[in-house]
């Protein structure tokens, strides 16, 4: 019998997983297979996936070109594990990376592979970033999430996730996101006051760390004149600016990185997630060459040269960004889901929607609801999250490459959901 087919023990998850898992609690079946937007369980029921993985699937689930090249590689004996050294996969990968991504966007950056996760892209943008300057502090932004290891910690902001590292975080100090006072106050008239004021009793920063729409804190956007003055605001004050784009990269926003739109260029920007292409492990910092100062293995990690992900990376590349065919896609699929989401406003109080691209969230004044509607649309076979500092959002995170056919049978489940809600 294959694998996939094998009957499966629910009580094995409760008896030997430890507690600390997480989605499984919102999405109680066991899941068995994936191609595209679906993802189908042992009881043979199907679900459209508006989830994603979390933002890793941009290209959906076991995407057949992806798939076939990953195929192919380890068919034909390609390295798997290969620490930093050199390899063809590697090799292929950075000239990819480099003649479809960069040099069009203009950008000169040094790629550092640190490790397979978001948080390892973060933990050495940080490290870097006080290794350059000679300074400790961060200032990093209400509501912001940058992972789950210490220093990722330090400049996250919900405070359930902060409690779980048992020790004090220090050397970050938060500064309200765009919109923090709802624009009453003028979000940089603190930052810039205490940068000023001798007694501010504020460490001058080595960096600023920011996400251009933060998910996991709500899908709160970042205007574009925000973030040009902030990125004003740090170059004058020789502050080093570091985008996470963990998430919000490889297209979620429409341009690959989410930082095009604003026409900034960061110093340091960390990817991981979809730029795996096939949802396989993988990260990378992106340093300016002349704040490359790093000592050979001064910092590093075992699984740092995932060879199989360069090469689905490489590969998904040359598929889907070699043109703006994908990124116009992303842009229209957007509108669409708004569209739906301003319908559903103008049909229910207490209803607001935000989101750029293909990242919208559906907010709830009264919060509980939020996590009502995901749990009735998983039981008309929909997947999708919540997030929020009280868990107020639907958060929807569908594959770019989402059918429309399917994005709006999506989006009809979570109406209905919405519906049976307020009914």
Same mark, same amino acid.
């Given at each position: 019998m294959?694998? &996939?087919?094998?009957h ?7 008896? &030997? ?9 919102n %999405?109680?079946t *066991?899941? =068995? ?5 679906w ?14 993985g ?5 290209y959906?689930?076991n ?11 380890? !068919?034909?004996?390609?390295?798997t ?6 390899t063809?996969?590697k090799?292929d990968?950075?000239?990819t990376?480099q ?7 203009g ?12 948080t390892?892209? *973060?933990?050495?943008?940080? $490290?870097?970033?006080?290794k350059?300057?000679?300074r400790e502090s961060?200032?990093?932004?209400t509501n912001a999430f940058h992972? #789950? =290891?210490l220093?990722?910690?330090?400049? =996250?902001?919900?405070?359930m ?10 050397? !970050?100090?938060?500064m309200?996101f765009? +919109?923090?006072?709802g624009?009453?106050?003028?979000d940089f008239? %603190?930052f810039?006051? *205490?940068?000023d004021?001798s007694?501010?009793?504020?460490n001058?920063? /080595?960096?600023?760390i920011v ?5 996991e804190?709500?899908?709160n ?20 600016l ?5 998430q #919000? ?6 341009t690959?990185?989410?930082?095009e739109? !604003?026409?900034i260029?960061p110093?340091? *920007?960390?990817?991981?997630k979809?730029i795996?292409?096939y949802?396989?492990?993988?990260? &990378?910092?992106l340093i300016?060459p002349?704040?490359d100062?790093? /000592?050979?293995?001064?910092? +590093? ?5 995932n +060879?199989?992900?360069?090469v689905?990376?490489?590969?998904a590349l ?8 994908l990124?116009r896609?992303v842009?229209s $699929?957007?509108d669409?889901?708004a569209?739906a ?21 559906l907010?709830?004044?009264?919060a509980?609801?939020a996590? $009502?509607?995901?749990?009735? !649309? ?5 997947l ?5 500092p009280?868990?107020?959002?639907? $958060?929807?995170?569908?594959?770019l490459?989402?059918d429309t056919?399917?994005?709006d049978a999506?989006l009809a489940?979570l ?6 809600v307020?009914?």
């Amino acid at each position: 019998m294959k694998l &996939l087919d094998a009957h499966v023990n629910e009580s094995v998850f409760t008896e &030997l997983e430890s507690e600390v898992r997480s989605y499984c609690r919102n %999405w109680p079946t *066991v899941f =068995t297979r994936a191609s595209g937007s679906w993802i189908s369980d042992t009881e043979g029921r199907s679900y459209l996936d508006f989830f994603a993985g979390a933002g890793a699937l941009n290209y959906g689930h076991n995407n057949p070109i992806l798939k076939k090249a990953l195929i192919d590689y380890i !068919a034909d004996d390609g390295i798997t594990h290969g620490l930093d050294m050199s390899t063809v996969a590697k090799g292929d990968f950075l000239q990819t990376f480099q003649d479809v991504i960069l040099a069009p966007r203009g950008l000169d950056y040094k790629v550092q592979f640190p490790g397979p996760t978001g948080t390892n892209a *973060v933990e050495s943008a940080l $490290k870097l970033a006080r290794k350059v300057t000679g300074r400790e502090s961060i200032i990093n932004f209400t509501n912001a999430f940058h992972g #789950m =290891t210490l220093g990722s910690l330090s400049v =996250t902001g919900n405070s359930m996730k902060r409690a779980g590292a048992g020790i004090p975080l220090v050397h !970050a100090t938060p500064m309200p996101f765009d +919109n923090y006072f709802g624009g009453v106050v003028e979000d940089f008239a %603190w930052f810039e006051r *205490v940068l000023d004021d001798s007694g501010s009793g504020l460490n001058r920063p /080595a960096a600023v760390i920011v996400e251009t729409v933060q998910g996991e804190g709500g899908v709160n956007v970042a205007r574009t004149e925000w973030l040009r003055a902030l990125a004003d605001l740090c170059k004058r004050r020789d502050i080093l600016l570091i985008v996470d784009d963990v998430q #919000m990269g490889c297209g979620r926003t429409g341009t690959f990185f989410s930082f095009e739109e !604003a026409g900034i260029t960061p110093d340091i *920007v960390t990817l991981s997630k979809s730029i795996g292409g096939y949802g396989l492990p993988l990260a &990378l910092t992106l340093i300016r060459p002349e704040l490359d100062v790093w /000592a050979p293995g001064e910092h +590093n990690g075992t699984f740092r040269g995932n +060879n199989p992900a360069f090469v689905t990376a490489a590969t998904a590349l040359q598929t889907y960004w070699t043109d703006d065919t994908l990124s116009r896609e992303v842009v229209s $699929k957007g509108d669409r889901i708004a569209t739906a989401f301003t319908e559903l406003c103008e049909r229910y109080d207490g209803l607001s929607h935000r989101g750029r691209g293909m990242v919208q969230g559906l907010v709830f004044d009264e919060a509980s609801e939020a996590g $009502k509607v995901c749990s009735i !649309a998983f039981g008309a076979g929909l997947l999708a999250e919540t997030s929020g500092p009280t868990d107020e959002v639907v $958060k929807l995170l569908p594959p770019l490459t989402i059918d429309t056919s399917d994005l709006d049978a999506g989006l009809a489940i979570l109406a209905g959901a919405v519906r049976e809600v307020r009914s």
